[in-house]
Nanobody, 125 residues
Framework: QVQLVESGGGSVQAGGSLTLSCTFSGLTFDTYAMGWFRQAPGKEREGVSAINWSGSSINYADSVKGRFTISRDNAKNTVYLQMNSLKPEDTAMYYC??????????????????WGQGTQVTVSS
């Protein structure tokens, strides 16, 4: 069974940076696509970014392009989300997700079969 554990959340001022990490265990990490989602209070969970098993295919939501960078280290079973130029509207619970081959449905939460518990990111103005 896949287990995902996020870390790295916190509180920062607008314009600041954070790096989220998600550690994967239970199955073979480098056969899974990985994704990051976020959910603000009263809003639906939205796809932020996703990366295929090798790192050769990456997707971003328009709202984070140019500010966020996803990466993975298959030797460490870890996926990262580097977040720069943070804005108050980035405030949300951030979730890591895992599933099979990356597809065009990556931004849809139902695509992903495995989820972490989330880590809170709060950006103050």
């Amino acid at each position: 069974q896949v287990q995902l554990v996020e870390s790295g959340g916190g509180s920062v001022q607008a314009g600041g940076s954070l790096t989220l990490s998600c550690t994967f265990s239970g199955l073979t990490f480098d056969t899974y696509a990985m994704g990051w989602f976020r959910q603000a209070p009263g809003k639906e969970r939205e796809g932020v970014s996703a990366i295929n098993w090798s790192g050769s295919s990456i997707n971003y939501a328009d709202s984070v392009k140019g500010r966020f960078t996803i990466s993975r280290d298959n030797a460490k079973n870890t996926v990262y989300l580097q977040m720069n130029s943070l804005k108050p509207e980035d405030t949300a619970m951030y979730y890591c997700a895992a599933d099979g081959p990356l597809t065009t449905e990556w931004a849809t939460s139902t695509f992903w079969g495995y989820w972490g518990q989330g880590t809170q990111v709060t950006v103050s103005s």
